[in-house]
């Protein structure tokens, strides 16, 4: 795809928004809906790319799963314990998710599946999902460096295993969920830190029994999620609420364009993900919460916007896992603050779709921005409020085939004097079909 150039705001944002709805949430739907008996409706999925994968893959396995009338999606499940072998190889595209949750299901059931992925997948590591589903009997083999393609068997039956995750992952503690849902006994998963919990929420919404403490660990409380295995889980009709990684990058771009003053309706408001929420109003952010409200057993509320000055700040590392994702957004906000922002406890941030640490020092520096990349953060030195001179004539930001860096400099181009231009906005359609056209949208918008 051609390079795309995002120019300067020509106008604040303003108006109402709806983003699409969250991705994590999406995935799991259509996984669960699968794994039920009878027939599930899931409103508000995200259509992107990832997503599109995990519905590709749950019809492999053997669930009946299309889109209905208005965007709705049904789903016939294969039941748990009943899925098929599939046919070929699981195209996964990008989606580091519908890997790695989708072999938790794979790992209890005695099928084998091929999983493969595109470039900047194939160059993820799967081993922390690889080891905890071998304990439990699962035949994994990949490729060198614990990268796809990877071939698996399911154990039937598996084993119940006690899982202490060695770093906070919601992708690995899922993943051994899953498993446990087919495994005979109860499968425990122990979190120093909390992650996403997602699939509890929704697990317990599908029928299956779970039981979550806390007992004290070296650090302190540690939570412990154990699953009662051969579950039987029921069809349930679902309503994903708007995500808040995708609403991130319109919360610091109304944050940073002078005059902007934008409500985003029905963003995801759970605790384990309202980290970005935090850290920008602790860098003088004006958000509010209106409607509060809980939709499919997730907290909801409506999000208003307005410009403000902004000031660096040190982010507690204890926000990250409720917040990876948004990082590169917020250090977009950061490049636009008065003083210095420091970010520390993000090597997490080096094995997604790409090395977003040093992709995001990468593109901050070249579109004008002080960065100072270290192993685990990055510290960047803020305009003050200035906007950012852009990326020079005939350069363009290595956006890594990864969306969120893509987005993230996006926002950048519309606080920029010369605008932002990206080597390939491609990338964006994983997760944020419409974008570009959102972006538009806000700036062309009646204030409110």
Known sequence: MPAHTIHPASAPLTGRIAVPGDKSISHRALMFAGLAVGRSTISGLLEGEDVLATAAAMRAFGAHVERGDEG??????????????????LDMGNSGTSTRLLMGLVASHGIHATFIGDASLSRRPMERVMTPLARMGADISASPGGTLPLMMRGALPAVPIRYRLPVPSAQVKSAVLLAGLNTPGITQVIEPVATRDHTERMLEGFGARLEIDEED???????????????????????????PSAA?????????VPGSDLAIENVGMNPTRAGLVEALRAMGADITETNPREVGGEPVADLRVRHAALSGADIDPALAPAMIDEFPALFVAAAFAQGTTTTAGLEELRVKESDRLAAMAAALTLAGARVT????????????????PGTPKGAAVATRLDHR???????????SREGVTLDDAAPIATSFPGFMNLLEQAALETPL
């Not at 953060?377 to 950012?388: A, E, F, N, Q, S």
């Not at 860096?405 to 606080?415: E, N």
């Open 217 to 243: 660990g070296a650090g302190g409380k540690e939570r412990v999620i154990g699953v009662h295995g051969e579950a039987d889980l029921a069809p349930l009709d679902v309503t994903v609420p708007g995500d």
């Open 248 to 256: 991130a990058f319109f919360m610091v771009a109304a944050s940073i």
């Open 72 to 89: 709705t999606w049904i789903v016939e499940g294969a039941g748990l314990g009943s899925l098929l072998d599939p046919a070929g190889a």
């Open 405 to 415: 860096i893509a987005m993230s400099m996006a926002v950048a181009g519309l606080a």
């Open 373 to 388: 990349e270290r192993e685990d953060g990055l510290v960047i030195h803020g305009t003050g409020g200035d906007p950012l």
